[in-house]
């Protein structure tokens, strides 16, 4: 079973070296909170940062050989314990249901900064807005 843990500041780099690994082209910011899943080295992270009044949760990735087996929920789930804000999330509409059952629900009207960006990403690419 994997740990948890939010990485301290100049363990940040261990989360970039996870995600260019995994091909991704996400990494993380001065700004965010970085929460990792670990067995044997990083199999997962995400990233909470400052939005509004509440924090926006970017850049969830499982490494291939770890989903299905329940680590993103559990990474959410220790992520969010002690943020007592409100959390949105931008989703391809495939995993809205993923995000329903950790308590997300759709979000007709995100924060206007939030609402920029996904103007921008949706020029590209389908996203929904989900908020907890």
Request: hydrophobic share 40%; charged share 20%.
């Amino acid at each position: 079973m994997p740990s948890f843990r939010c990485l301290p500041d100049h363990l940040r780099p261990l989360a970039d070296k996870f995600y260019r690994g995994q091909q991704s082209a996400m990494r993380t910011r001065a700004a965010h909170q970085v929460w990792v899943a670990e067995h044997h080295g990083i199999i997962a992270a995400l990233c909470l940062q400052p939005m509004a009044h509440g924090q926006w949760l970017t850049s969830l990735l499982v490494d291939a050989a770890h989903r299905q087996q329940g680590v993103a929920s559990a990474l959410i789930e220790r992520a969010l314990q002690a943020v007592d804000t409100p959390v949105w999330l931008f989703c391809h509409p495939d995993l809205q249901p993923f995000y329903q059952r950790l308590g997300f629900e759709s979000c007709d009207r995100p924060p206007e900064p939030l609402a920029e960006r996904l103007r921008r990403y949706q020029m590209k690419k389908t996203l929904n807005v989900m908020a907890r």
